[in-house]
Nanobody, 121 residues
């Protein structure tokens, strides 16, 4: 499966962005999906994950209550709605696909190219 992330940009603290991840190739609806992020000089970290059906979602404690992950299998698209953004949310955000639903990056087999999110204070 090929993944293309989009929707990043520059936003002021307290603002919102919605990231999208368009999938093509093998059947999108059979994969668990996740969002990860990587800030400069920091390790890649888990943000959110969703099961193939969308029935189960998981988010990191650092974004709980502010970020929502969702998917539209009819459109082969994954989303990340980000509200109440903080400067510490600044990072490159990656979408990824896995045969399982996981918070661990090494469980994901396919990765998008990343989209930059910058939150100014």
């Amino acid at each position: 499966v090929q993944l293309q992330a989009s929707g990043g940009g520059l936003v002021q603290a307290g603002g919102s962005l919605r990231l999208s991840c368009a999938a093509s190739g093998r059947t999108f609806s059979t994969y668990g999906m996740g969002w990860f992020r990587q800030a400069p000089e920091k390790a890649r970290e888990f943000v959110a994950a969703i099961s193939w059906s969308g029935d189960s979602t998981y988010v990191a404690d650092s974004v709980k209550g502010r970020f929502t992950i969702s998917r539209d299998n009819a459109k082969n698209t994954l989303y990340l709605q980000m509200n109440s953004l903080k400067p510490e949310d600044t990072a490159v955000y990656y979408c990824a696909a896995s045969e399982v639903v996981s918070r661990t990056a090494r469980h994901y087999d396919y990765w998008g190219q990343g989209t930059q999110v910058t939150v100014s204070s």
